[in-house]
DNA sequence: AAACAGTGCAACCGCTCTGAC
DNA sequence: TGTCAGAGCGGTTGCACTGTT
């Protein structure tokens, strides 16, 4: 049999509490300190359960509670701490001081998982799920830009980079399968992809090694989102910079993606652009150039977060931040374990 | 203006874990 | 070692609020 339960329930109050229950237990923890729950009813002259006490000052009484919406701050110290933490709500909360386990929980529930899922991310894992992702969101996005492009590196995962890549190679081979490049073609007469062409590609080229269900179900995913951003998608520059990018990739002696941007920054962008980008007014940073994908760029979460100032690019840098976290040295991590 | 659907959040429930005794 | 209270967690509910039709 179970145990017993914390209190006889008859009789007692439940749902909301009034201003005046808020009231007797304020002041009887005032007086006589938070402790022995199961008694603090009756002596405060409560009909409410002694859990329901405890949570209601430990979730909203407590004088030290902060309310109020989430700052930026906070929300990246959530979905840093729960990379690491997990669902230790109550060892997350007691690094936000104010905020408390089910305020965390319920704003993770409600907030920062739905936007992860919308970004392509896992939010259990804290890693891109090309069943998540949804491109053409990003892609069809009235911030589609190069921000977003280089953002997008961090988005996608090798296994992407790497169809992609395959994907690119193979028109070679499947003559079914447009690759205009950047010499003469009309990209606003050319199709991108053709969702039937990505599916004859990905099946013909799919290596052996990524012959797994969970990347059939992403390749699956990513022919389906990759369609829909070529139906949907009018921006034939955007196009045009995509494959680019995706061309100048290249690939390792082990057959997996090694992407380096700076290859992509020269090939595609004009003295100009490139110009732009290395101003000391950008807010770009030039460290991408060389970056190769598999060196995640330092986090540098106060500069992110400088002149945003729509929720969309919020979004995206966001994403892009969730993506490049390290984990601060003040975060000991010895006080989880 | 009213009905309806969607959303956010406080609160609850049932269960497990932990530490004190 | 077993029992118990407190703490914590995941999941859920109910309600108020807001936006849409």
Redesign the pocket.
């Known amino acids: 049999m ?5 209190c006889d ?1 008859n009789g ?6 009034t201003p005046e229950e ?1 009231t007797k237990l304020i002041q009887y923890i005032q007086t006589h300190g ?7 009813p009756k002596n405060a002259g409560l009909l ?9 000052w ?4 407590r004088p030290d509670i902060k ?1 109020g ?2 700052s930026f701050e906070e929300e990246e110290t959530i979905i840093q701490l729960h990379s690491v ?10 690094r936000l001081p104010g905020r ?4 965390i ?3 993770w ?3 920062i998982r ?1 936007r992860l899922l919308k970004m392509g991310i896992d939010p259990v894992t804290h890693a891109p799920r090309l069943d998540f992702l949804d491109l053409s969101s990003l892609l069809n996005s009235p911030q589609l830009n190069l921000w977003n492009l280089v953002r997008l590196q961090t988005l996608l995962n090798p296994e992407a980079l790497g169809l992609a890549l395959q994907l690119l190679s193979s028109n070679n081979e499947n003559p079914n399968f447009s690759n205009p490049n950047h010499h003469g073609l009309q990209y606003d007469q050319a199709p991108f992809f053709q969702p039937n062409q990505f599916e004859n590609v990905v099946n013909q080229q799919i290596p052996s090694n990524h012959n797994t269900p969970s990347f059939q179900n992403q390749t699956q995913s990513l022919q389906g989102n990759m369609g829909h951003f070529s139906m949907n998608s009018t921006n034939s520059s955007d196009q045009m910079l995509v494959q680019d990018y995706l061309t100048n990739s290249t690939t390792t002696s082990e057959g997996l993606p090694s992407t380096n941007l700076s290859s992509f920054f020269n090939g595609v962008l004009s003295d100009q652009m490139k110009g732009d980008l290395s101003s000391e007014n950008s807010s770009f940073d030039n460290s991408v150039l060389s970056t190769p994908l598999s060196s995640p760029a330092p986090l540098n979460s106060a500069s992110t977060f400088i002149n945003r100032s729509t929720e969309d690019e919020r979004e995206i840098s966001f994403c892009s931040d969730l993506l490049r976290f390290e984990i601060p040295d003040s975060l000991d991590l010895d006080d989880f374990m």
Do not use: M, V
């Open positions: 179970g145990r017993s339960p914390c329930k007692l109050k439940k749902g909301p509490w808020d938070a402790a022995n729950w199961r008694n603090l409410r359960c002694g859990k329901s006490c405890r949570l209601r430990t979730n909203y009484l309310r919406r989430f933490l997990g669902n230790k709500w109550s060892a997350i909360a007691a408390t386990d089910n305020e929980k319920n704003y529930n409600t907030h739905k």
